[in-house]
């Protein structure tokens, strides 16, 4: 177990696994020293979604905060976390509703996690933007670029 799976451990964090394999699109992409992130949302091992409904209608802040912290792993991709060199960018979008517009506090849940688990390398230049509708109703989607270790 690398350190930062172990840092993971002391906090209680368990990051969602699933298994994608012999689908078009794929979760992430390692394209040389860059792993792309696509699309992840708040589900469970099984795909199901953990949360659902638009922020400010159906679902408030707080709970698409904890959405945000609900992704899956990179570890299937790059092996050992220990490999993540740092974060680069994440775009977070927010299935808003019209009267929403705190969207960066909604994503601050995918970033706080980041820091929480990776420290200065869970560090990144973000966007958060609202969205009139995501996948399954799903309050948060999150692409992310990180640079890994070889």
């Known amino acids: 177990m690398g350190v930062t799976e172990q840092r993971m451990e002391q906090l209680g964090i368990t990051l969602q696994?699933?298994?994608?394999?012999?689908?078009?699109?794929?979760?992430?992409?390692?394209?040389?020293?860059m792993l792309y992130i696509s699309a992840h949302y708040p589900v469970d091992e099984n795909g199901t979604p953990v949360y659902?409904?638009?922020?400010g209608a159906e679902i408030d802040e707080a709970a698409a905060y904890q959405a945000a912290r609900l992704l899956r792993t990179i570890q299937a991709y790059i092996g050992s976390l220990d490999r993540v060199d740092y974060f680069v960018k994440a775009l977070g979008l927010v299935n808003s509703a019209g009267d929403f517009y705190n969207m960066p506090?909604?994503?601050?849940g995918y970033s706080d996690l980041m820091v929480e688990?990776?420290?200065?390398?869970?560090?990144?230049?973000r966007a958060a933007m609202g969205a009139y509708v995501l996948p399954g109703n799903m309050p948060v989607s999150v692409d992310a670029i990180v640079k890994i270790r070889r």
Do not use: P
Request: aromatic share 6%; glycine share 18%.
């Open 17 to 33: 696994q699933t298994d994608w394999r012999g689908k078009g699109a794929v979760e992430a992409v390692l394209a040389g020293d």
């Open 52 to 55: 659902v409904g638009r922020v």
């Open 105 to 108: 506090a909604v994503m601050n």
């Open 117 to 125: 688990i990776f420290g200065h390398r869970g560090q990144h230049a």
